[in-house]
């Protein structure tokens, strides 16, 4: 009886009771999506820090297990090979878009409650740092985009003038080179190119409201199963959100601060 008992009470134990037990919580993120996440550079990736955060908010300490989500088989290789065989209990920094659902969804993982949102956003010469939109920076210069992206179709869709280049960097480089007055860029992208370039001279849009369908909220893939571990981590988010320390770590790679988007 006493071991029938005992095996009633293992199967019993969730995540969270693990975490607390080892006083450790596990991260699976991407090595080499900085600012996002890094296995070698320092600090470590904003979605590493805010989890870290939690952890700490909790008493514990962190452990990071690296899964490439670069690879052939892309993300569902990446959580295959990390969350969905119990490496960690959290894989950080994951686009909430409907591909992504579908792919965390089959492996019995759910999203987090959004905690962050990511967008294009216009990056320009200071001469023209006086704009509000898109269109009103079009009237003055062809506007810089990496090729074959979403952020390019827009442009096309809306007959916007446009300087094409092969990713982000080179669309900075552009700018910097002043072979554009403007560009349009993934905001992560940023943060590389101020630790490129410290003294480019640019100035973002404050006014800019990022447009639909080229912004994306990013949130924690969970196991649906373990929902005392899912309710802690959404409850010390909302917490964070509301207190500014998000904010506060995300502005410290020096790109601008989004709260989730609506909807």
Same mark, same amino acid.
């Given at each position: 009886?006493?071991?029938?008992? !005992?095996?009633?009470?293992a199967?019993?134990?969730d995540?969270?009771?693990?975490?607390?037990?080892?006083?450790?919580?596990?991260?699976?993120?991407?090595?080499?999506?900085?600012?996002?996440?890094?296995?070698?550079d320092?600090?470590?990736?904003?979605?590493?820090?805010?989890?870290?955060?939690?952890a700490a908010?909790?008493?514990?300490?962190?452990?990071?297990?690296?899964?490439?989500?670069g690879?052939r088989g892309?993300?569902?290789?990446?959580?295959?090979?990390?969350?969905?065989?119990g490496?960690?209990?959290?894989?950080?920094?994951?686009?909430?878009?409907?591909?992504?659902?579908?792919?965390?969804?089959?492996?019995?993982?759910?999203?987090?409650?959004?905690?962050?949102?990511?967008?294009?956003?216009?990056?320009?010469?200071?001469?023209?740092?006086?704009?509000?939109?898109?269109?009103?920076i079009?009237?003055?210069?062809?506007?810089?985009?990496?090729?074959?992206?979403? !952020?390019?179709?827009?442009?096309i869709?809306?007959?916007?003038?446009?300087e094409?280049?092969?990713?982000?960097?080179?669309?900075?480089?552009?700018?910097?080179?002043?072979?554009?007055?403007?560009? !349009?860029?993934?905001?992560?992208?940023?943060?590389?190119?101020?630790?490129?370039?410290?003294?480019?001279?640019?100035?973002?849009?404050?006014a800019?409201?990022?447009?639909?369908?080229?912004?994306?909220?990013?949130?924690?893939?969970?196991?649906?199963?373990?929902?005392r571990?899912?309710?802690?981590?959404?409850?010390?988010?909302?917490?964070?959100?509301?207190?500014?320390?998000?904010?506060?770590?995300?502005?410290?790679?020096?790109?601008?601060?989004f709260?989730?988007?609506?909807?």
């Open positions: 009886m006493l071991a029938f008992t !005992m095996s009633l009470d199967q019993a134990e995540a969270l009771d693990k975490i607390e037990t080892r006083g450790i919580l596990t991260i699976c993120a991407d090595p080499y999506n900085w600012p996002h996440s890094s296995s070698s320092y600090p470590r990736g904003f979605d590493v820090e805010i989890f870290s955060q939690i908010n909790n008493g514990w300490q962190t452990e990071l297990y690296w899964s490439n989500t690879t892309g993300l569902g290789r990446a959580l295959r090979n990390s969350i969905a065989k490496r960690c209990q959290i894989f950080a920094g994951i686009a909430i878009h409907p591909d992504n659902v579908d792919e965390i969804g089959e492996k019995g993982l759910v999203f987090s409650a959004p905690y962050l949102g990511l967008a294009y956003i216009p990056v320009v010469d200071p001469e023209l740092a006086e704009v509000t939109s898109l269109e009103e079009a009237q003055h210069t062809d506007i810089g985009v990496a090729m074959s992206t979403a !952020m390019d179709g827009y442009l869709d809306n007959g916007i003038e446009r094409l280049y092969l990713g982000n960097r080179r669309v900075l480089d552009g700018l910097r080179n002043r072979e554009t007055k403007a560009a !349009m860029v993934w905001a992560p992208a940023l943060a590389i190119e101020r630790r490129r370039h410290k003294d480019a001279n640019y100035s973002l849009i404050d800019f409201e990022p447009i639909s369908g080229l912004r994306w909220n990013v949130g924690a893939a969970i196991p649906g199963s373990e929902t571990l899912i309710d802690l981590i959404n409850s010390e988010l909302a917490t964070m959100l509301a207190n500014g320390t998000i904010e506060s770590i995300v502005t410290g790679y020096q790109i601008p601060y709260a989730p988007f609506p909807g």
